[in-house]
């Protein structure tokens, strides 16, 4: 991520050099021109922050919080552990948070933040994620919701702009063989 940002700022600073060389001038003169684009560099890098594994703490399969701040992982859904429909879904809902707790210590971890998909006006409140704010998390540049989801520990789970589609139940036979089948296929 940041080697893209850092690659458009050069580019930028390069344009802003050619309009200078060739006479075509900004509007704005050059050091404001440069200030604004390294302002703008520092705001998108800061998007996606690197973060120690001390830094993260799992909450359940698919919540974290750092800093104080919980964020709520987007793009796939764990079981619940606190709030589990049936003894299974709390089972595997554990072992999503376990598995979870174990990519966040391997390390190599990038949090970005990203819109959550509420009703506008709602976002940071218990209205829109239960207050929560939405990003993703990569561990060694894998997504953590790819990995839980190829070992049957979490299902996909993508939102519209403004809404999320229902979620699946863990406590159907249909999902407790599709678990299993992909726990197995984890193993092999």
Request: glycine share 10%.
């Amino acid at each position: 991520m940041r080697t893209r940002t850092l690659r458009s700022f050069l580019r930028l600073e390069q344009r802003l050099q050619w309009r200078a060389e060739t006479g075509f001038r900004a509007k704005l003169p050059p050091m404001i021109g440069r200030f604004v684009l390294a302002l703008a560099f520092v705001a998108s890098v800061a998007n996606a922050s690197p973060l120690d594994p001390g830094q993260v703490e799992v909450l359940d399969g698919d919540t974290i919080r750092v800093a104080g701040e919980t964020f709520r992982l987007v793009g796939f859904d764990a079981p619940e552990t606190y709030r589990a429909r049936c003894t299974s879904e709390r089972e595997l809902g554990n072992r999503a948070t376990f598995r979870l707790r174990q990519l966040v210590a391997g390390g190599g971890l990038d949090l970005e933040r990203v819109v959550c998909s509420c009703r506008p006006g709602t976002e940071g409140t218990p209205r829109c994620n239960y207050g929560r704010s939405c990003a993703t998390l990569t561990s060694r540049g894998r997504d953590v919701g790819v990995a839980l989801i190829a070992e049957g520990l979490a299902h996909p789970f993508v939102c519209g702009r403004t809404s999320c589609p229902s979620r699946k139940s863990w406590c159907t036979f249909e999902a407790l063989s599709d678990v299993r089948d992909a726990t197995k296929q984890s193993h092999l």
